[in-house]
């Protein structure tokens, strides 16, 4: 009796980007079949499922096509491409396309023109790149073309009959959760077995020997085949450094998301604005990965946006379809690259989409934190300080997550009033979207958000710092007396014990606050309400009940954030003037080569 399969496991051997890619390279496979449809990928917390919408029979496994799934890369003139292969790939012929297109770009960026002329433009249509040459070049930067070539041009050559039976039984012994017993050659690289390196299994390697081979015996031609697929499929990779030497590879990690959404997503994402160093690039590209899955969802998609297919939001966050990306880094070394670094970075669930309104707050507040990140600068230490502080927010969820956004924006409020001196163009967060946030993920302290003192106390703080600040910035005569210690004073005292340092620096600024308004009304100038007795005495009750240290921090983020109805002093630019090269590389040059 035929057996018949719906759901296809692939455990997380690794805890890298390694699981994803055979799970996306399984799900693309059975794509193939003319019978199955619905395919979802899901994680079930030890393994990610492929799931079927319809279950399939041992005949339908025997009709998969015999073609590789992903391009044969010609590297150099000695490599011959062999007889039956699809879609193969000059890699020179397509790296000096990619250099003239980025010398015409150099030529114009010298002369100091910011827009590209007809010639130019029509030279970049007749050199149009492959919409895959990013995951060539690092495929063959990565060296992971070779054993990439060796399963292709396998697949080639096998008999039709030979094939079917052969992969037949390998799904089948998969499925069992046994080896797929293929006689593939393969061979292990970092690209796709990142915790692939010599000495894997003993304190001291025996020798330095390139050619050892003893670690292939772990890989499953099967595995190695699907995760060949599925890297074209999901993979996110990105040039870093002045000169592009190095890789970062973003890969999402499905939760529950259908398998084209899922490639639709990734295929955005590696064409989209994601640039700087690594924690601005990981923030950057979370941030457009969450607000890509609310344009593009069944229910919430923007009227001119393509639907992906099976993404559904409705009573769920971003993190509910994909949980977050794995980040992997591949250092230069000279002549070699070599994975210096490996995290997960999780998507934001900040709260659930129930109505168009929550679609709207969720893109406004994505784009607010996207602008608030592009602003900072990764060449300049402090700015470094505060995207490695932001990425800690992204990391984490709840609560904690809550307390990491508190502690960045404790320390953006005062850098905003001093870039800001220097006319750098930042922006700075709105109220609103943060009590959203704030609501989301951890409600117990809307309480102290909602606290009638505490509210005064930061508006008077918000008056004599950001707002004061920012009437200056915009060249208004009548800004008043900006007090560019208080945030650091608040953040200070709020970390020494007991209530009374905070208290005693907020009621000496909250006099001095009430005395100005009242010099400004004697000069017939604009001047805000004074902070009431009873408002402060409600402020210091507060204070009692969740500490200094609680109700201090999120005055220090409450306080510097604006107000919907504030202008703001200016927007950061789109594009970050130092990242050039980063975006060059990512885009047009040409990398490696053998």
């Not at 018949?4 to 193939?32: P, R, W």
């Not at 409450?558 to 703001?568: A, F, I, K, L, V």
Request: aromatic content about 8%.
């Amino acid at each position: 009796m035929d057996r018949t399969f719906q759901v296809f496991t692939i455990a997380k051997n690794t805890g890298t980007h390694a699981d994803v890619f055979a799970a996306a390279g399984l799900a693309d496979l059975l794509t193939s079949l003319p019978n199955a449809s619905g395919i979802r990928l899901a994680d079930n917390g030890v393994s990610f499922e492929i799931q079927l919408s319809k279950p399939l029979s041992n005949d339908d496994l025997r009709r998969i096509p015999q073609v590789p799934g992903y391009p044969f890369l010609k590297t150099n003139e000695n490599l011959t491409v062999p007889a039956g292969a699809i879609d193969p790939v000059d890699y020179k012929a397509e790296k000096a396309k990619a250099d003239r297109r980025k010398q015409a770009l150099a030529q114009k960026g010298k002369k100091g023109e910011k827009t590209v002329d007809s010639e130019t433009q029509q030279l970049m249509q007749q050199e149009q790149l492959r919409e895959d040459w990013r995951l060539l070049q690092v495929l063959n930067t990565l060296q992971g073309d070779e054993t990439s070539n060796k399963v292709h041009e396998t697949i080639a050559r096998r008999k039709p009959e030979q094939f079917n039976k052969e992969v037949n039984s390998a799904l089948e012994a998969f499925s069992n959760e046994r080896s797929s017993g293929l006689d593939w050659a393969v061979s292990t690289v970092q690209l796709f077995t990142p915790i692939a390196a010599k000495g894997y299994s003993r304190l001291k390697p025996d020798s330095t020997d390139r050619n050892d081979k003893t670690k292939e015996q772990w890989a499953d031609p099967l595995v190695e085949w699907l995760k060949y697929r599925g890297y074209f499929r999901v993979a996110c990779p990105f040039f870093q450094g002045p000169k592009a030497e190095h890789v970062r590879l973003l890969c999402p990690i499905p939760h529950d998301i259908s398998f084209r959404a899922l490639e639709l997503v990734a295929r955005k994402l590696r064409n989209t604005g994601v640039y700087g160093g690594p924690p601005k690039m990981d923030a950057l590209a979370v941030l457009k990965l969450a607000e890509l899955l609310v344009r593009h969802s069944e229910e919430y998609h923007d009227h001119d946006a393509e639907v992906f297919p099976g993404l559904s939001l409705t009573g769920k966050s971003p993190a509910e379809t994909i949980s977050g990306v794995m980040v992997t880094n591949y250092q230069s070394l000279g002549n070699a690259k070599a994975v210096s670094a490996m995290s997960i970075i999780a998507l934001p669930g900040w709260f659930p989409i129930v109505s168009k309104r929550d679609t709207e707050l969720w893109l406004a507040t994505l784009d607010e934190h996207q602008r608030v990140i592009r602003g900072l600068q990764d060449d300049h230490s402090d700015e470094i300080g505060l995207l490695v502080t932001y990425r800690r927010f992204l990391e984490k969820r709840g609560e904690v997550g809550t307390w990491a956004l508190v502690e960045f924006m404790e320390h953006y409020g005062p850098f905003l009033i001093r870039v800001r001196e220097q006319k750098r163009k930042v922006r700075s967060f709105r109220t609103d979207y943060f009590r959203r946030i704030v609501m989301g993920t951890a409600p117990k302290l809307m309480e102290v958000l909602n606290n009638l003192g505490f509210q005064a106390v930061a508006a008077a703080v918000r008056k004599s710092t950001v707002n004061a600040q920012a009437q200056k910035a915009m060249g208004r005569s009548d800004y008043r007396e900006i007090r560019y210690d208080l945030l650091h004073d608040l953040r200070r005292k709020r970390s020494l014990p007991g209530v009374t340092p905070l208290i005693e620096t907020v009621s000496d600024f909250i006099s001095k606050y009430n005395v100005e308004n009242a010099r400004r009304r004697e000069m017939r100038k604009s001047a805000p309400r004074n902070v009431t007795t009873d408002e402060f005495s409600a402020f210091t009750a507060l204070l009692e009940s969740y500490g200094a240290s609680t109700v201090g921090a999120l005055l220090c983020a409450y306080g510097s954030c604006r107000e919907p109805h504030d202008e703001d002093a200016a927007e950061p630019s789109e594009t970050d003037p130092a990242s050039g090269a980063t975006n060059i590389g990512n885009t047009i040059t040409g990398q490696g080569g053998k």
